[in-house]
């Protein structure tokens, strides 16, 4: 379960760190948006303030000059000399503003205040010209109306001058304000773009936690399922031998045929039976121990032959039960072998009642050992069906489902997973060829101890 | 005495087939052995036994997946069907048994007087589908 648990961990914490990535980043951009939107708003705004109080001064500027207009036309010259003063002064606030504001808008800035200058230059003019009326002391009236009859012209052509630095005025000012618009207009979009943006991010988060949740969940069902599995096996290739046991115990003492070979029948089964179960506890051990990190090999030099000889003999127990035979030949000139005896041992124990659990009727098991090189190699070969090619990469799993297509699907156990586990802790190999139909053969390769 | 009953075990487990079917012999039943599902199912086909004693757990085709099959055969749908398992009863397999109407469900660390009897009873128990099916017949008439 190890392995898994590192899985379930990797897969959370990825999930986990990939959204606060996400989240922080939109929080981030999101954030620097809205900042810039509110920025450009605040400029904007100022701006525009400044650029209403411009305005402001400039109508009320404007409508002076055309009030001096008419009361210069209308000759009331005394009215027009304080109107001329009072215009004046405004004039230098507005250009004053518009200097401020030149922080701003530059280019309109300039213009207006040159177009200010203007209007106060005429305004000056004006100032002289209403000045030398005055000064020439004549009869308030005909004589000035004189005057002006000789030379209309002059005072029209200042009041054109006027009147168009006026319009430009007014333009200037609609310039701005056009541009603070489009400001506005481009703050909106930013803070739209971050609404998006942040809601875009939101949604693939959900999509993502969720698709994490469904993965969790179905990955904790498939433990679920694996330990459900585990625990049918261990009931299953536990419960069978011990039934048989008990089941045929009491028929032994309770039966009504005692004859000889039907009681020989069952003492076999019986022995046979505790075989097996021995066989599954010592799996089962071993993998308890692998998973709780206990697993301790203790390498020593082991004679091979010795381990076979015990092996076979309770092999033959067991075959004699299932009416099957055991072909074995002992090889006498087998080197040591890198392994741990009661280990070994086990691993034999197991292919061999691997190959008689899947061996044809009456079939045959042979075990064959060989020298090659720096190895000693132990075949186990039964006459049975053989494994499906589709089957081969499964074979040495712990909760292996072999054949069928139904859904529920018997496990071969853990009698090869044990052996591979085991073997490659003693440095070994352990593999297998297969015949379908024809039987399989597992081998088992450790190294020879260097003789000393 | 009427003619002995013949009984089909379907088990892999080869000493479990002979330990329960030495018991079922020496309480008078005939007995049949198969150690594949599909052979069993075949057996069933051809000697048409009172009653299939049918393990869960095998390789290849399942318990489950045979009774489905006897089940869905015109030839063999009224053989009563019992589950003889190490498995512990689960809710999945309630549920499973109700599927397939078995008529029992045994398990294997069952007392072997206690099976002989709970065997008599199922052998002489009507198939639960065509009990199902005249209840649905009553109901329907209503």
Known sequence: ?452 | MASRKHILIIDDDPFIRRLFGAKLASAGFEVLYAAKGHVGREMARRFMPDLVILDINMPETDGYEIARLLRHERKTKDIPVVFLTSEDFSAEAEKAVKEVYVVDYIHKGIDLDEFIKRIKKAISAKNIDSERHQEKKVSDGK
């Open chain 1, 1 to 452: 379960m190890n392995l898994q648990n590192i899985k379930i961990g990797t897969l959370l914490s990825i999930g986990i760190v990939g959204i606060i990535i996400v989240m922080i980043s939109t929080t981030l951009y999101s954030n620097y948006l809205s900042n810039r939107a509110q920025e450009i708003i605040e400029t904007s705004t100022t701006r525009i303030f400044d650029v209403l109080t411009i305005q402001r001064d400039v109508e009320e500027l404007t409508s002076a000059l055309d009030d001096l207009i008419v009361l210069v036309e209308q000759y009331e010259l005394d009215v027009a000399k304080q109107e001329v003063s009072i215009l004046f002064e405004r004039a230098e606030t507005t250009v004053h503003r518009g200097r401020t504001e030149q922080i701003f808008v530059e280019s309109e800035a300039a213009q207006l205040e040159e177009n200010l200058k203007e209007a106060s230059d005429i305004s000056g003019r004006i100032f002289e010209l209403k000045g030398d009326l005055i000064s020439r002391d004549f009869d308030y009236g005909q004589d000035y109306r004189n005057d002006f009859n000789q030379d209309p012209t002059k005072l029209d052509s200042e009041f054109d001058r006027l009147r168009n630095s006026k319009y430009r005025m007014f333009e200037v000012v609609n310039n701005v304000i056009k541009r603070s618009d489009g400001e506005f207009r481009e703050a909106m979009g930013l803070v739209q773009r971050a609404q998006i943006v942040t809601l875009v991010v939101v949604g693939i988060s959900f999509v993502f936690a969720l698709i994490l949740a469904y993965f969790l969940v179905r990955f904790a069902k498939k433990i679920y399922d694996l330990k459900n599995e585990f625990i049918n096996i261990i009931a299953h290739d536990l419960r069978n031998p011990v039934t048989a046991i008990i089941g045929f115990l009491y028929m032994i003492k309770t039966g009504k045929d005692r004859s000889k070979k039907t009681l020989d029948e069952y003492i076999n089964i019986i022995h046979a039976s505790a075989l097996k179960l021995r066989n599954q506890i010592n799996n089962l051990l071993e993998v308890g121990r692998s998973e709780a990190g206990a697993l301790k090999i203790e390498l020593e030099p082991v004679d091979l032959s010795e381990v076979l000889d015990e092996s076979v003999k309770r092999a033959k127990a067991i075959a004699l039960a299932l009416k099957m035979k055991i072909d074995y030949k002992k090889n006498t000139n087998l080197p040591k072998v890198i392994a741990e005896k009661n280990k070994i041992m086990d691993v034999i124990d197991n292919l061999i009642s691997n190959a008689l659990k899947y061996n044809r009727e009456n079939g045959t098991v042979t075990i064959v050992s060989s020298v090659s090189e720096a190895k000693v190699t132990i075949s186990v070969s039964d006459t049975g069906y053989g494994i499906p090619k589709k089957d081969k990469d499964k074979i040495f799993k712990k909760y292996s489902r072999l054949g069928g297509k139904s859904k529920k699907k018997r496990g071969t156990g853990l009698g090869l997973y044990t052996a591979k586990m085991l073997v490659e802790k003693m440095g070994g190999s352990i593999d297998f060829t297969s015949k379908e139909g024809k039987g399989t053969t597992f081998s088992v390769s450790l190294n020879i101890a260097e003789a000393k």
